[in-house]
């Protein structure tokens, strides 16, 4: 079992930046790959990036390249995702979630083993 608690989400302006974390606890963190995942208003949940258990890969979905980046500190048990130039249709619930496989392109709801609480961040425009 593994347990994950996402934190670092709140309200900034379009351009800001923000970094959440996922710090988990349970099961040796360092065998996991984890995944970034949001779910905005009325919408279904989305896959945001990837890390592999090493942290030497990342993955990450077209609308993020570029501004999102995801890692890992396996010392800490924790995984981050910092996000720049933010924008309004970045606002949604951020949900971390682990799984035990290693392929990089992994990209399903269904395919991840645990999930945290979620964080909510809002860009205003």
């Known amino acids: 079992q593994v347990q994950l608690v996402e934190s670092g989400g709140g309200l900034v302006q379009t351009g800001d930046s923000l970094r959440l974390s996922c710090a988990a606890s349970?099961?040796?963190?360092?065998?996991?790959?984890m995944g970034w995942f949001r779910q905005a208003p009325g919408k279904g949940r989305e896959f945001v990036a990837r890390?592999?258990?090493?942290?030497?890969?990342?993955y990450y979905s077209n609308s993020v390249k570029g501004r999102f980046t995801i890692s890992r500190d396996n010392a800490k048990n924790t995984v981050y995702l910092q996000m720049n130039r933010l924008k309004p249709e970045d606002t949604a619930v951020y949900y971390c979630?682990?799984?035990?496989?290693?392929?990089?392109?992994?990209?399903?709801?269904?395919?991840?083993?645990?999930w945290g609480q979620g964080t909510q961040v809002t860009v205003s425009s």
């Open positions: 979630a682990a799984d035990r496989g290693a392929l990089l392109t992994v990209t399903r709801e269904s395919d991840y083993d645990y």
């Open positions: 890390i592999n258990s090493s942290g030497d890969r990342t």
């Open positions: 349970g099961r040796t963190f360092s065998y996991f790959s």
